[in-house]
């Protein structure tokens, strides 16, 4: 069994990305590292090259600015460097997801355990949104508490807007959400412990290629009932580059809520009378 690991960044210094902390983070664990690298205006690429390991292929590529419908570049990006993957199964991260060492061995076991089970697709995790710092982590349906970041490499899978997966049927021109089985594992997700200025420049640059327009970012404007304190461990590969603030981030107790934190609120409700888990799903669940 072969386990490729493949990721896009561009201008990762610039924004803010712990893009190195993530790659280290799964190398000892994948026989193949593919990072597409597009041209950017810092020291990505030379921060890439510079962590030395063997396993990682480097691809430069150039982004196409004119393309600014629905996010489609980022789908262009992450396909770039999957396409490249010669693994059984393709293990996608983003620049600011992070894997814990102790689950190493259980992502190479799930991956084992379903490598003969054609029903699996993909595997998923469970997410840690962290936010504000270090010690502080979101609980909300806002908030996906799990996705899919593992795949085969012999799906016919694309990426519409480097978010999630669809795989193409049989029938072509059908897609569909990839059905994935859960790893055992989490992926420690840290874009939102980055400075506010940092989320503020990234935010401002990327919105183009959604078609949006950049709003100004505040931490503490947040709905305070989805905050939650962090009791565990930090994967050793991120520990120097997180903020060294104690306790549990604050936000405005004042803070307006907006009619989709409200939604949300509601939602929650739902999901505590209920039992059920309401955060939004890119994957088909495969039971055991």
Known sequence: MKISAFTFIK??????FPFT???????????????????????????????????????????????R???????????????NCTGDWAFYLEGDEVVHENELDT?????????????????????????????????????????????????????????????????????????????????YHY???????????????????WSKNHERIDYREIDPRIVREFTGTHPAVIREWLPKEKGVFQPNPDHLLTSREKKHRIMAR???WFGWELSKKHYIAVKP
């Open 69 to 83: 419908v629905s996010g489609y570049v980022y789908g262009q990006q992450k396909m770039i460097a999957q396409f």
């Open 191 to 209: 874009g939102w412990v980055r400075s506010e200025s940092e989320m503020n420049r990234k935010s401002e640059y990327i919105q183009k290629y």
């Open 107 to 187: 992502i190479v076991n799930a991956c084992r355990a379903n490598l003969d089970d054609e029903r699996v697709e993909a595997l998923s995790f469970d997410y840690y949104h962290f936010y504000g710092n270090a010690n502080t982590y979101l609980d909300s349906p806002r908030w996906y508490r799990r996705a899919a970041r593992i795949i085969r490499t012999s799906v016919r899978s694309i990426a519409p807007d480097g978010l999630f997966w669809h795989v193409l049927t049989d029938r072509s021109k059908v897609a569909r959400y990839p059905r994935a089985a859960h790893s055992g594992a989490s992926i």
């Open 11 to 16: 201008n990762g210094t610039i924004f803010g």
């Open 270 to 272: 739902f999901e505590k």
């Open 21 to 67: 902390e993530s790659i280290r983070s799964v190398l000892p664990v994948v026989d193949e590292f593919v990072v597409n690298v597009g041209k950017g205006d810092d020291d990505t690429l030379e921060r890439v090259r510079q962590i030395g390991d063997p396993k990682i292929r480097i691809i430069e590529s150039h982004w196409n600015d004119k393309m």
